[in-house]
């Protein structure tokens, strides 16, 4: 398998191309719903004469607000020439058009650190522009990770698209390490209970106390992310329900945040409807 990497950097406020909530807005959730999102168009540095129509793309966010793969998709049109980006430069600069197939929440992306753990021998750290290739034996272990290429190795078994199985999972496995450790280190005796989908992940009790806890993981250094129906009437209904945010999930700043039924409830905004006529 090969990818061209595409390359975003949000600058130092966070918000050049988009802020983190207009990518959800705009990027997330349209494709989420079967829509692409508008803006197709993206600029590939210097790179242009090895890349071509139908090259898979993955869009790496670069920055110190937390660098990893947040998209997938494939080249339609390109490479071409039109004004440069940066309306501060004269001259032209070459892009493609690409159709998007999936994007990920900011908090959600697929972290340079897991990339250099799961897709060694390609130097992640070393990317400043677009139009890097990733072939070879570093394609094959990126098509895996992403779960668009046949697994290898005994018994290894596909995930869906983009890691929706794969990565999440891992990222949700250690989360719960994470906090089990945390709370077993204060004399808390807890249980897994996440298989029994009560609307929480692990019980802890400690003397006369106990606590319903929903464990969540983010690879990004923000405590956001998505709540369940099954997880808001537990956070409604259950006494002593409470979330626990890991956030930086495989990266070298692991921090927890706990929010209780009411901080979650108090936060929660709908972001998707479903009908069904």
């Given at each position: 398998m090969r990818y061209v990497l595409l390359?975003?950097?949000?600058?130092?406020?966070?918000?050049?191309?988009?802020?983190?909530?207009?990518?959800?807005?705009?990027?997330?959730?349209?494709?989420?719903?079967?829509?692409?999102?508008?803006?197709?168009?993206?600029?590939?540095?210097?790179?242009?004469?090895?890349i071509a129509k139908g090259d898979l793309v993955c869009m790496l966010r670069q920055g110190s607000h937390g660098r990893g793969i947040v998209a997938t998709g494939v080249i339609t049109r390109?490479?071409?020439?039109?004004?440069?980006?940066?309306?501060?430069?004269?001259?032209?600069?070459?892009y493609v058009n690409v159709?998007?197939?999936?994007?990920?929440?900011?908090?959600?992306?697929?972290?340079?650190?897991?990339?250099?753990a799961r897709v060694p021998g390609f130097a992640w750290g070393q990317i400043y522009s677009s139009g890097r290739i990733v072939e070879g034996e570093a394609g094959a272990a990126l098509a895996e990770l992403l779960g668009q290429g046949p697994p290898r190795g005994r018994g290894a078994k596909k995930g869906q698209q983009f890691g929706t199985v794969e990565h999440n999972r891992l990222v949700e496995l250690e989360a719960m390490r994470v906090v089990t450790r945390d709370y077993e280190s204060s004399d808390w005796t807890v249980e897994d209970v996440s298989a029994k989908k009560l609307g929480w992940d692990i019980e802890a009790h400690r003397g006369g106390a106990r606590l319903y806890v929903e464990v969540k993981g983010v690879t990004g250094p923000d405590p956001a992310f998505f709540l369940t129906a099954n997880e808001h009437r537990a956070a409604a209904e259950q006494a002593g329900w409470i979330t626990v945010v890991v956030t930086g999930v495989f990266g070298p700043k692991v921090s927890l945040s706990t929010l209780t039924a009411a901080n979650v409830l108090n936060a929660a905004r709908p972001t998707q409807y479903r009908v069904t006529p």
């Amino acid at each position: 398998m090969r990818y061209v990497l595409l390359t975003w950097n949000p600058g130092p406020d966070d918000s050049d191309q988009y802020t983190p909530q207009e990518w959800l807005e705009r990027m997330v959730l349209p494709l989420q719903l079967g829509q692409q999102p508008d803006g197709d168009r993206w600029s590939i540095g210097t790179n242009w004469r090895a890349i071509a129509k139908g090259d898979l793309v993955c869009m790496l966010r670069q920055g110190s607000h937390g660098r990893g793969i947040v998209a997938t998709g494939v080249i339609t049109r390109g490479p071409f020439l039109a004004p440069h980006w940066d309306s501060t430069r004269t001259g032209k600069a070459h892009y493609v058009n690409v159709a998007w197939g999936r994007a990920m929440p900011i908090n959600e992306m697929i972290t340079v650190a897991e990339l250099e753990a799961r897709v060694p021998g390609f130097a992640w750290g070393q990317i400043y522009s677009s139009g890097r290739i990733v072939e070879g034996e570093a394609g094959a272990a990126l098509a895996e990770l992403l779960g668009q290429g046949p697994p290898r190795g005994r018994g290894a078994k596909k995930g869906q698209q983009f890691g929706t199985v794969e990565h999440n999972r891992l990222v949700e496995l250690e989360a719960m390490r994470v906090v089990t450790r945390d709370y077993e280190s204060s004399d808390w005796t807890v249980e897994d209970v996440s298989a029994k989908k009560l609307g929480w992940d692990i019980e802890a009790h400690r003397g006369g106390a106990r606590l319903y806890v929903e464990v969540k993981g983010v690879t990004g250094p923000d405590p956001a992310f998505f709540l369940t129906a099954n997880e808001h009437r537990a956070a409604a209904e259950q006494a002593g329900w409470i979330t626990v945010v890991v956030t930086g999930v495989f990266g070298p700043k692991v921090s927890l945040s706990t929010l209780t039924a009411a901080n979650v409830l108090n936060a929660a905004r709908p972001t998707q409807y479903r009908v069904t006529p």
